[in-house]
């Protein structure tokens, strides 16, 4: 028997889930300086209980989302998709070059995102992605929190 009508719900909102993580924004210009976050991130998953009776398995969930997050964690993130960064590469450095700015950072230390900014609007979606390639078939709802009262919500 399986429940439907996609009425359950679970979520996953611990301390212990969270990145590190450096980056740069357009504006505001306070933003527009590196800096970084400690984000923390919570989910929901809403669908209809399998054959078991369950949404998603707690552990399993944990496991998937501590993966796409594990690969942001201190790192710099710079935003690939972005139209206003000249960015030029090699194997051993990363320069990233905006409208009146030069980075030079370790390729080691970056990460680069299919986005187009590394808003907080932007990471939950892109976080939702990559946990919707896993889900496809629940309703995902991410909240990333990068301070105590700041925080982006993305859900399709």
């Known amino acids: 028997m399986v429940l ?5 719900k679970v979520i996953i909102d611990t301390p212990g889930i969270k990145f590190s993580a450096c980056h740069f924004l357009k504006r505001p210009e306070r933003c527009s300086r590196l800096h ?7 989910i929901e998953l809403n669908s209809d209980l399998d054959e ?6 707690f552990i399993q ?3 998937n989302l501590k993966s796409i997050i594990k690969q942001m964690d201190h790192y710099v993130l710079i935003p690939k998709n972005a139209s ?3 960015i030029i590469e ?4 990363v320069e990233v070059i905006t409208a009146n700015k030069r980075y030079v950072f370790p390729r080691q230390d970056v990460i680069f995102l299919p986005v187009v900014s590394t808003t907080t ?34 859900e399709e």
Do not use: C, P, Q, W
């Open 4 to 8: 439907s009508n996609m009425g359950f």
């Open 36 to 42: 970084g976050h400690n984000y923390y991130v919570s």
């Open 52 to 57: 078991d009776f369950f949404v998603e398995d």
């Open 61 to 63: 969930l944990k496991k």
């Open 84 to 86: 206003d960064l000249r």
């Open 90 to 93: 090699d194997n051993e450095a």
């Open 121 to 154: 609007e932007l990471l939950a979606k892109y976080i939702h992605d990559k946990l919707k390639e896993i889900y496809k078939n629940k309703k995902i709802i991410v909240r990333l929190k990068e301070s105590e009262t700041t925080s982006a919500v993305y």
